[in-house]
């Protein structure tokens, strides 16, 4: 066992004997004539706080849910995938593993990944790994219950459960950290720049405590989450795929692109490489703030062209296509350069303020005495956790306002979800990516039960239309859950 368990190997338990598992061991038996050697479950998880900054070199704070992607396999003596889901909605697929080994996973017409895109992506990670030296094939049943496209990670689930299943059946052991950087670079191959989060807290996540997750090299430390505090996920109703349109890559291209003429304007030299803001943070040696106050100087105004920014980093057109810009970001011709870059850099803040409130709840216990902000000591008890509480709040809305108002990335629906919340003083956040899915909201303890039926009524019923008894699957409170398992 290692100091934190990061460099451990993702744990393998027994097969633990529960209405899913059998279920999905007699449909496997039904499917493929056979029982399953074996059993991956991989979780989905609600990011805390710190969005979109993973894949701009700084810390976030997800947890692990309890809902996770659930596969069962067997190996087989031939080189085949056979790949079949429990939802019949998503069609089976059977194919010659060597023969996708080295060509592009394709999209549908409309740009949509198909639903195997994301086993593919696992599986080509998991060959490249073995120099496409493996041994055997793979049948595969697939068991969802986080909802899709709904910001809480069930795609990454997918690609981490199928490259973790198929590195187990090849005897591979690589250890949390390695794998966690692997599915990272596999879920790539659908065609978005992701950070690493979601692969991150997959294999790193402990049960009862969230994650700090930080990167180069990836670390992941365990945060304790007031007592007192529970939090609420609640699904927008909107769907958001973030590989089907290209927003997602065209925020991480204008971060990397702000990174690149911050460097530049302040006189230091860059390079062809990929620079993220946390880069230029590191080569200008400034804090979080100066960053901001060189935002501010550098990049005033509120949308660049393609030949400003050219003129600013001192490169062709045809240089920043080739050089900077993705498949699907290479049409743009304007760029918000000085809203992503604010928004990260107050982002990064807000997560080091956040812990820090954590730290401090947690370290004090509920009978801590603290020193407010204005000097005076905080004495009750409960007056110090409405505090802390307070305080972890505020940055999740402060989170919010940024995503929407800099980052435009949330929805209307999540806006709306974001302005009930508030009618009963319960600060939230969109989590994920954005674009729809859910929110993730922080509500006292004693609080939730009333909280989760207000948002039933007033936005599941009210403004959804949908019947009271459906909102339950829409709606809920979660506790962090523990990483990856192989159950055998
Ligand atoms: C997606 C990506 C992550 C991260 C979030 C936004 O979930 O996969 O890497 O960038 O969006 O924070």
């Given at each position: 066992?290692?100091?934190?368990?990061?460099?451990?190997?993702?744990?393998?338990?027994?097969?633990?004997?529960?209405?899913r598992?059998?279920?999905l061991?007699?449909?496997?038996?039904?499917?493929?004539?056979?029982?399953?050697?074996?059993y991956v479950r991989v979780p989905g998880r609600v990011n805390?706080?710190?969005?979109?900054?993973?894949?701009?070199?700084?810390?976030?704070?997800p947890m692990a849910l309890e809902q996770d992607i659930l596969v069962?396999?067997?190996?087989?003596?031939?080189?085949?995938?056979?790949?079949?889901n429990i939802n019949?909605k998503y069609?089976?697929?059977?194919?010659?593993?060597?023969?996708?080994?080295?060509?592009?996973?394709?999209?549908?017409?409309?740009?949509?990944p198909?639903w195997?895109?994301y086993v593919?992506?696992g599986?080509?990670?998991?060959?490249?790994?073995?120099?496409?030296?493996?041994?055997?094939?793979?049948?595969?049943?697939v068991d969802g219950n986080i909802p899709p496209a709904s910001g809480l990670s069930s795609s990454s689930a997918l690609v981490s459960a199928a490259?973790l299943?198929?590195?187990?059946?090849?005897?591979?052991?690589?250890?949390?950290?390695?794998?966690?950087?692997?599915c990272?670079?596999?879920e790539?191959?659908?065609?978005?720049?992701g950070?690493?989060m979601d692969q991150?807290i997959a294999f790193?996540a402990?049960?009862?405590?969230?994650?700090?997750?930080?990167?180069?090299?990836?670390?992941?430390?365990?945060?304790?989450?007031?007592?007192?505090?529970?939090f609420v996920v609640a699904h927008s109703l909107?769907e958001a795929n973030k590989a089907?349109?290209?927003?997602?890559?065209?925020?991480?291209?204008?971060?990397?692109?702000?990174?690149?003429?911050?460097?530049?304007?302040?006189?230091?030299?860059?390079?062809?490489?990929?620079?993220?803001?946390?880069?230029?943070?590191?080569?200008?040696?400034?804090?979080?703030?100066?960053?901001?106050?060189?935002?501010?100087?550098?990049?005033?105004?509120?949308?660049?062209?393609?030949?400003?920014?050219?003129?600013?980093?001192?490169?062709?057109?045809?240089?920043?296509?080739?050089?900077?810009?993705?498949?699907?970001?290479?049409?743009?011709?304007?760029?918000?350069?000085?809203?992503?870059?604010?928004?990260?850099?107050?982002?990064?803040?807000?997560?080091?303020?956040?812990?820090?409130?954590?730290?401090?709840?947690?370290?004090?216990?509920?009978?801590?005495?603290?020193?407010?902000?204005?000097?005076?000591?905080?004495?009750?008890?409960?007056?110090?956790?409405?505090?802390?509480?307070?305080?972890?709040?505020?940055?999740?809305?402060?989170?919010?306002?940024?995503?929407?108002?800099?980052?435009?990335?949330?929805?209307?629906?999540?806006?709306?979800?974001?302005?009930?919340?508030?009618?009963?003083?319960?600060?939230?956040?969109?989590t994920g990516a954005?674009?729809g899915g859910c929110v993730v909201?922080?509500?006292?303890?004693?609080?939730?039960?009333?909280?989760?039926?207000?948002?039933?009524?007033?936005?599941?019923?009210?403004?959804?239309?949908?019947?009271?008894?459906?909102?339950s699957v829409y709606v809920f409170a979660t506790t962090p859950n523990c990483g990856a398992l192989?159950?055998?």
């Amino acid at each position: 066992m290692s100091a934190n368990g990061n460099t451990d190997t993702v744990p393998i338990r027994t097969i633990p004997s529960t209405d899913r598992i059998e279920n999905l061991t007699r449909r496997f038996h039904d499917e493929f004539g056979s029982k399953p050697s074996f059993y991956v479950r991989v979780p989905g998880r609600v990011n805390l706080i710190g969005e979109h900054i993973d894949y701009c070199g700084y810390p976030v704070l997800p947890m692990a849910l309890e809902q996770d992607i659930l596969v069962a396999a067997c190996l087989t003596s031939d080189s085949k995938l056979y790949l079949r889901n429990i939802n019949s909605k998503y069609n089976n697929f059977d194919v010659e593993i060597t023969k996708f080994a080295d060509m592009d996973i394709q999209p549908d017409s409309n740009g949509k990944p198909f639903w195997y895109n994301y086993v593919l992506c696992g599986l080509k990670g998991a060959l490249e790994y073995l120099n496409n030296d493996f041994k055997n094939g793979l049948k595969l049943l697939v068991d969802g219950n986080i909802p899709p496209a709904s910001g809480l990670s069930s795609s990454s689930a997918l690609v981490s459960a199928a490259c973790l299943a198929f590195l187990y059946a090849q005897n591979a052991t690589l250890n949390k950290i390695e794998i966690a950087t692997l599915c990272a670079k596999s879920e790539r191959y659908i065609g978005t720049q992701g950070g690493g989060m979601d692969q991150a807290i997959a294999f790193l996540a402990e049960k009862y405590s969230a994650q700090y997750i930080t990167w180069q090299p990836l670390n992941a430390t365990a945060v304790a989450l007031p007592e007192e505090a529970s939090f609420v996920v609640a699904h927008s109703l909107a769907e958001a795929n973030k590989a089907a349109t290209n927003d997602y890559n065209r925020r991480v291209i204008e971060c990397r692109l702000a990174a690149k003429v911050l460097i530049k304007a302040s006189g230091g030299l860059v390079n062809q490489k990929i620079v993220t803001l946390s880069h230029a943070q590191k080569i200008l040696n400034k804090t979080l703030v100066e960053m901001i106050d060189l935002v501010n100087e550098y990049l005033p105004k509120e949308m660049y062209t393609k030949p400003e920014v050219c003129n600013k980093l001192d490169i062709t057109e045809n240089e920043m296509d080739t050089l900077y810009l993705t498949p699907n970001t290479r049409h743009l011709k304007e760029f918000k350069l000085k809203q992503r870059a604010l928004h990260v850099f107050s982002e990064a803040l807000r997560v080091e303020d956040f812990r820090k409130a954590c730290t401090q709840s947690t370290s004090n216990g509920s009978n801590g005495h603290i020193n407010g902000s204005n000097g005076v000591t905080v004495k009750s008890d409960s007056e110090f956790v409405d505090k802390i509480l307070l305080t972890l709040g505020e940055l999740m809305s402060s989170s919010h306002e940024s995503l929407q108002t800099l980052y435009e990335c949330s929805h209307e629906n999540l806006d709306r979800l974001v302005d009930i919340s508030k009618k009963m003083n319960v600060h939230c956040r969109l989590t994920g990516a954005g674009w729809g899915g859910c929110v993730v909201a922080l509500c006292p303890k004693d609080k939730v039960d009333e909280y989760i039926q207000m948002l039933t009524d007033e936005f599941y019923v009210k403004h959804c239309e949908i019947e009271k008894s459906k909102a339950s699957v829409y709606v809920f409170a979660t506790t962090p859950n523990c990483g990856a398992l192989i159950y055998i």
